[in-house]
């Protein structure tokens, strides 16, 4: 043949030689707060199924029942044929779980932010991003075609500056032609930091520069708000945002994307997000579990469920014995900095059948290597309490 598999393994020993190398690891049980790997019955702390909901009876049954009544397969993207009732459910549910006029729902979160994005913006438009969003958004961004800026972590500052420069390099055309835009993105609750985004505040910058402000709340649906909507909700800025955008796949225990808000932004996105239209719809099973998800996460359960979360991470802290950060996250970054030692860490709690993902470059900056630990609502006290002592001691004797 050709040089082909050689010159992969050159890359992939360069890969390995930075402490960087990662392999999947097969699970052989639902995911759960214990899960079995190799055989070996493991503590899960690195789900994002903060809620607990991704193995719940009611949800597994609302799938099946999905797959008793409309098989297995979609058959074909929405636009054709594919736009079965669990997807039209799905979407109602979502609109009226976020307040919005209407939903669409995409197979990932990341095809969202892909599909979204590109369709809102071209290469006359700006793209302001936070540093930290996800790689999706990242992603998103560079295909458009726009301008792209990026501002440090939730420094507003810096975002008034990339605004002013926004407004100054559109001139006058923009206000009068309404031609080129600039759309500012972050993520509500960040996912490898678990801090949050100042929204008030991105909200009052967006207004005055008159920008559009589109919102990924990943990490923030099911959990934040009265009503459990996100962060957007509990700071009482939902319907300043343009584009409320989410996954199905975390705490709502399914898996998905959504986008919620006006009638024109969803009846816009089925004409021109390509993810959306070049893509067969996400099976009727995914649907319907999710749509379950939803359910759940408004009902009296799901209030519970959140609360039950909000107390198990309080636990944590406790048992780590550092003071808590001053906002509540289930997302615990436990910062090592070198990507081998955090590595070797994680190694070191998988000895003691405790399962902590060492979180690297590219997920996070090179010198930023991390335990993520993730608490949810399904873990017990003593779990929680455990896993705290465990991560505590192996750091403390590194330090
Ligand atoms: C997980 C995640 C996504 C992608 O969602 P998927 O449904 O997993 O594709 C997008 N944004 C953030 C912040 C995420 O953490």
């Known amino acids: 043949m050709n040089d082909f598999n050689a010159a992969l393994n050159e890359r992939l020993a360069a890969i390995r030689k930075q402490g960087l190398y990662r392999e999947l690891r097969r699970v052989d049980s639902p995911q759960s707060p214990r899960i079995e790997i190799g055989g070996k019955a493991l503590l899960n702390f690195s789900s994002n199924d903060y809620l607990g909901l991704a193995n719940e009876p009611v949800i597994k049954e609302a799938a099946i029942q999905a797959v008793e009544k409309f098989g297995a397969?979609?058959?074909?993207?929405?636009?054709?044929?594919?736009?079965?009732?669990?997807?039209h459910e799905l979407e109602e549910a979502l609109a009226t779980f976020k307040g919005t006029e209407a939903a669409l729902t995409f197979s990932t979160g990341y095809a969202a932010a892909i599909g979204t994005i590109g369709a809102l913006l071209t290469k006359d438009d700006v793209i302001v991003i936070?540093?930290?969003?996800?790689?999706?958004?990242?992603?998103?961004?560079?295909?458009?075609?726009?301008?792209?800026?990026?501002?440090?972590?939730?420094?507003?500052?810096?975002?008034?500056?990339?605004?002013?420069?926004a407004v100054e390099i559109q001139?006058?055309?923009?206000?009068?032609?309404?031609?080129?835009?600039?759309?500012?993105?972050?993520?509500?609750?960040?996912?490898?930091?678990?801090?949050?985004?100042?929204?008030?505040?991105?909200?009052?910058?967006?207004n005055k520069y008159g920008a559009w402000l589109m919102v990924?709340?990943?990490?923030?649906?099911?959990?934040?708000?009265?009503?459990?909507?996100?962060?957007?909700?509990?700071?009482?800025?939902?319907?300043?945002?343009?584009?409320?955008?989410?996954?199905?796949?975390?705490?709502?225990?399914a898996s998905g994307g959504y986008i919620c808000g006006s009638r024109p932004l969803i009846d816009f996105l089925v004409n021109r997000a390509r993810s959306f239209i070049f893509s067969t719809a996400p099976v009727p099973a995914a649907a319907a579990a999710a749509a379950a998800g939803v359910r759940f996460v408004q009902s009296e359960a799901g209030e519970a469920r959140r609360n039950l979360l909000w107390k198990r991470v309080e636990e944590f802290h406790a048992a780590f014995g550092k003071p808590p950060p001053a906002y509540r996250s289930a997302i615990i970054p436990i910062i090592i900095g070198d990507e081998t030692e955090a590595v070797e860490t994680a190694a070191a709690l998988l000895k003691k059948n405790i399962f902590v993902p060492a979180i690297r470059y590219p997920t996070v900056a090179r010198g930023e290597a991390r335990l993520r630990v993730t608490v949810t609502a399904a873990h017990e006290v003593g779990e929680v309490n455990s896993v705290a002592t465990a991560v505590q001691q192996l750091v403390n004797c590194k330090s």
């Open 130 to 165: 936070d540093k930290l969003v996800h790689a999706c958004i990242v992603d998103a961004a560079r295909l458009c075609g726009a301008k792209l800026r990026v501002f440090s972590h939730n420094d507003l500052s810096e975002l008034e500056d990339i605004l002013k420069w």
């Open 73 to 87: 397969g979609a058959g074909a993207s929405r636009l054709i044929c594919g736009s079965l009732a669990p997807h």
């Open 216 to 253: 990924d709340e990943a990490h923030a649906t099911g959990l934040y708000g009265k009503y459990r909507r996100g962060l957007a909700e509990e700071l009482g800025v939902s319907g300043e945002i343009e584009v409320q955008m989410g996954t199905l796949g975390k705490a709502l225990g």
């Open 171 to 206: 001139g006058p055309r923009s206000k009068v032609q309404g031609q080129s835009r600039v759309l500012i993105v972050t993520e509500s609750v960040f996912s490898m930091d678990g801090d949050q985004a100042a929204l008030r505040e991105i909200v009052e910058l967006k």
